[in-house]
């Protein structure tokens, strides 16, 4: 079963807007991280969360990290076309820390 | 730093062929790769995980006879996939691991598989 669950699962908003993805997952977690992927290609990692943490900054980037809602949002501020991407959360599990990724949500950021 | 490469990025093959699809961490040692699948707008499937030296782990539902992985070495991981049908055609990814670091993957750029 998915780990993670991405709400909206698409998301269209205006160069220059904000937009937030929010990801639940059910087990308990060391970590949770968020990766972005452009269509047809690799994914790339954007930023990790510890689960001692409640939000952390990258750039434009903003992850919060709610242990006690089994969730997580990403916020991209200011967002220009070329964020356009599909976003993913995912959560090692298992004694190989493999990733459970969630289903995503393709975000377009029209200009 | 830690750049992960497929090879092929493409490849089209008629049913019952065999397609070979290689997995390189190009600057670092990945003691662990892993090789997701991804169908058109869903989500990465995790197929297998693969430590260098030692057999893959597959998930259930994976059929190991048909998709085959070898991590001879601490640089190179290929999935085979065996007698190719219509439904194995699919968007292949894989990721590696360094040890010192296990909480990142790096990811490669992904391999299409079409089979006609």
């Known amino acids: 079963s998915q780990q993670g669950e991405e709400d909206p699962q698409a998301l269209s908003i205006q160069e220059g807007e904000n937009a937030t993805m929010n990801c639940s997952y059910k087990?308990?977690?060391?970590?949770l991280q968020w990766y972005r992927q452009n269509s047809g290609r690799g994914l790339v990692h954007l930023i990790l969360i510890r689960s001692n943490e409640r939000e952390k900054h990258s750039g434009r980037l903003r992850v919060t990290l709610d242990t006690s809602k089994k969730s997580s949002s990403l916020l991209i501020t200011a967002s220009r076309a070329a964020d356009t991407a599909s976003y993913f959360c995912?959560?090692?599990?298992?004694?190989?820390?493999?990733?459970?990724f969630g289903k995503g949500t393709l975000l377009t950021v029209n200009p | 730093g830690a750049v992960v490469s497929q090879h092929p990025s493409r490849v089209i093959c008629k049913s019952g062929t065999s397609v070979k699809i290689e997995c390189r961490s190009l600057d670092f040692q990945a003691t662990t790769m892993f090789w997701y699948r991804q169908f058109p707008k869903q989500s990465l499937m995790l197929m297998a995980t693969s430590n260098e030296g030692s057999k893959a782990t597959y998930e259930q539902g994976v059929e190991k006879d048909k998709f085959l992985i070898n991590h001879a070495s601490l640089t190179l991981s290929t999935l085979t996939v065996t007698s190719a049908h219509p439904e194995d055609s699919s968007f292949y990814i894989c990721?590696?691991?360094?040890?010192?670091?296990?909480?990142?993957?790096?990811f490669g750029p992904g391999t299409r598989l079409t089979v006609l």
């Open positions: 990721s590696a691991r360094i040890q010192i670091d296990i909480d990142t993957q790096y």
């Open positions: 087990t308990s977690i060391n970590n």
């Open positions: 995912a959560t090692p599990q298992g004694s190989n820390y493999k990733l459970t």
